[in-house]
């Protein structure tokens, strides 16, 4: 057995369950299982076979176990790659692999690409299979098979690639699981990265067991406040990370609430006796603590220990505790002869975690894998150079290496490696790298060098940064004359300068303000970096010793005193005292406009962002009347044509929006407020209302006012019509509703000194939102939302060669049965859910059984009025949002429809951000606009009937010739009754299908009134043709 047969029966155990979390991004056991299936299908078509290696190159997201299962499922081994790594070592990597492709994402498949290797983007899913291909089989894993590579540090300057076998991991992890009691534990969190195998721990523990994982990237989270509430609202039994991150915890005022529920495990780095007795103290009595040890070559961890309870029991030094079962361990002299209990030696490890070696170097796997005799039966042994001891209850204590390897928060470094960086530079006649602490208990980087003529030290700093991951990159350079050396001739670390010293000052006497925030910051770096109490303000960050993890220790730090959300991102930009004094100053500026902000700069005459790009579309297609606003009643009774008239011209006085025209200067669209003096009722006669509403649709020269037309329609059947237009610019859906009930109130002389509210207080307040935090909140929610969606379409091969730039179109319109109407009544009873969300749920549902998609995606106009007194305005207020659903076959009704609400209510909650800012988003992660949700639907709430005068207006819903998506849907409901209009470009669907799916979805509709909500969804599906 794999880990794979572990995780494939456990997705068939429990489907439903959620298996992966990101944020506010989750997948369901049979989400993650489908969707690896699509991956590992899609990789054999590749080429992919039995034992090959294929790196994955991914952002944080929840994609990556779908990575990692996926390569698995193909019969590959995977390889992480972190995306911090610089270029030259990822293409090292890349090369020594010999890979085919590598999995990546959008954003960073150009960085692959450019150094000569072929990607597999994930997000944009798999591809249709033609009729006459058939589909590769998943490939078979057998426990010799080679499971996963991971890249260390090397000591001849490059990293080399440990080869682990799915034997090795499955024997760690049923080990691990016992011994540390996992069976308590219901979900598991990965804090780091997972270049590294310790995320491996808590990935295979959670998947492979039916338990749920939280994939929580600590650099998103720019404070202990922000962690917090994460993991408040998204509870973690286990976690394991290092000593220096659990250090840096231990500092928070609240530190409980960072810490996991039932287990925590320390491993990567040693872990000193203060922070075993702090961490053991904040800890729950039920939540066990442990101390995990174990090279990568032996499969994550070998030797565990469970910290006592009682914190007065904790040994000093922290042991590194008893071997797990599958774990033999033998401690030898320099000759490898045995060492006596109580005797130092060096650290042996034998059994089924070992590696099979290291990718593409018998050299160094013949050096570190041996064969020894440890009354073992001639064991195959793999050599640490950790030095321990063992006493008599077998307790395993670490004492420290034999060899230049050190850990830097908790990643192993070849010192070697870095001096031979420094060697190839050509600028030095010789180097030492180092270690020393850099009084925050951790380890730092130091490299004394002996410089040639040509020492460059900004060059040199540059050449380390591009070849080496940041923890390896020395924090200092310093430049000595000579290496002092021992009797011995080895260098004497005792008479090598000290690095607080020695550390260059561009100025003796630096004048430092004497403001608060800039002494504060001061004393920070000091105590982070160099425990100097003079740090040039200009030095950056990363020349003075600071690394990724001393800059999470930053932001945390800082934004935990002044309550800001400054990124580590942020302070990767901003990498000087000066720099991050500035941007902190921005920040409390920018919290105190977001309260009050400065009105002067708001420009009124300015149109808004959506209105130029209306205004843009309409010059390059000045004939063009797509998108115009249009509603329709129908007249019964005698109506005065004057008095209309005269109706008209006063509700145009008295709203902005229809006595606005509009001009384009200097790259900028500006409003022109006019005098209208006159309005015309024009009055047409045709044969069929649809036609003439067809004819009579033009567009509207913006520059002029009034943007409305008034028509009355005469049709042959003796009916009349009024009918209203008016372009996109000053106008949406709800628009026309307003626009109706004053011009009946004006022709009835009624409400006609009521409150009006103008287009200008909309945009002030928009203004304000955009300078407040809710704005940054929800530009963050929609950069976490861009997704490169499946095409609903893509099994139409017919339409593949479509003009998407046609908006030519059709449409059908039905309504609803009245007994169904009833029914939905009855459905809707003691639910609280509305008719809205429950004809936007059914329908999403509807598309992923008609298009046999989970992946949903729908585009969701709002009304965006939601400020006292927008509801009356007259304009274009309206906003576009997306609601992407995942619709789980295998789910009852019921918790479908209460997963999608929640999804719904989510979304809704950041409806304000501008659809124009969410598509700069999509340019920004390079994400094409074809790549855009193609679905539309929207639900309208209609007055049937209005007065006027003697005459009767009654709500008439006339066909749409016009259609730039594949697929859109308006609901009209008059609470009396409900009517659909669907509409297909005219190159997608003909009437005859579009008047098919409208039946096919009412009866849709009844079918799931009609059946046990506890039925999985796939039953309503059965009667539904693709």
Known sequence: MTVLDMFVSQANKTPNSQAARYKNDTLTYHQLHSMSDDLARQLKSSGVGRNDIVPFFLDYSVIIPVAVLGILKAGAAFLPLDPEFPEERIKYMLDDCQCKIVVSDLVNEERITSIGHQTLNINSGPKPTEAHETTPELTFTHPSDLCYVIYTSGSTGKPKGVMIQHSALMAYLLDVYERFQLSACASYAILGTLSADAGYTAFFSALCFGKHLDIVNLKSHSSFDSLKEHLETYPVDCYKTTPSIANLFGEYADARAILPKKRMILGGEACSHDLAVTIRSLLSEECLFFNHYGPTETTIGIITYEFPTDINEIPDPVPLGIPLPHVIIALSNEKLQPSAIGESGEILVAGPLLSSGYLNNTTATTEKFIKADFNCNDQRFYRTGDIGMMEEDNLIFYLGRNDDQVKINGNRVELKEIKKVIKLSGMTKDSFVTTFDNNQGNQALVSYIIPQETYNPKILMNLLKRQLPGYMVPGHIIVIDKLPLTVNNKIDKRKLPNPYEEIEKTDKTLLFSQDETFVFLHDLWSNLLTNNGNIDPNAQFFDLGGNSFSLIKLAFKINSKYGLAITPTDLFNHPTINDLYQLIKSFKRSASQKQVPDLENFDSSEATLGQKNLFIRNKLNPSDPFPNSTITFKITGGIDIDQLRL????????????????????????????????????????????????????????????????????????????????????????????????????????????????????????????????????????????????????????????????????????????????????????????????????????????????????????????????????????????????????????????????????????????????????KEKNVTTSNQPSLYFGYHQIVPAFKLGDAELTYHLPQWDRENLPLSIAVYDTKQSICLRISSRAQIYDRPQLAKIANDYFSFVDTILSVNEEEPVKNLFQNLEV
């Open 647 to 922: 109706a008209a011209l006063n509700t145009i006085s008295r709203h902005e929006g229809l006595y606005t025209s509009y001009i384009f200067k200097k790259g900028k669209l500006f409003k022109n407020k006019n005098h209208v003096e006159d309005i015309s009722v024009i009055q047409v006669k045709g044969q069929d209302i649809n036609i003439v509403k067809a004819e009579i649709t033009k567009s509207f020269k913006l520059g002029e006012a009034p943007l409305v037309r008034l028509f009355i329609i005469e049709t042959e059947d003796q009916n009349k019509y009024l009918h209203i237009d008016m372009p996109h610019i000053n106008s949406d859906g709800h628009t026309l509703q307003i626009l109706i009930r004053n011009l009946v109130d004006n022709y009835n002389e009624e409400n006609t000194n009521k409150t009006v509210h103008q287009f200008t207080e909309f945009q002030k307040e928009f203004f304000i939102y955009q300078h407040s935090e809710k704005f940054e909140i929800d530009r963050f929610f929609w950069q976490n939302q861009i997704t490169l969606y499946k095409p609903l379409l893509y099994f139409k091969k017919k339409f593949s060669n479509i003009d998407h730039t046609e908006i030519g179109g059709l449409s059908h319109i039905k309504y609803l049965p009245e007994t169904t109407l009833k029914k939905i009544h009855g459905f809707l009873q003691g639910k609280n859910m509305s008719r809205f969300q429950f004809f936007f749920i059914s329908y999403a549902i509807f598309i992923s059984g008609f298009t046999t998609v989970e992946d949903i995606p729908i585009m969701l106009p709002v009304a965006n009025r939601n400020h006292d007194g927008f509801d009356e305005i007259i304009g274009f207020l309206s906003n576009v949002i997306l609601v992407n659903y995942e619709i789980n076959k295998h789910m009852s009704i019921k918790l479908i429809f209460e997963k999608c609400k929640a999804r719904l209510l989510e979304v809704l909650q950041h409806q304000k951000f501008p659809y124009e800012e969410v598509l700069k988003l999509y």
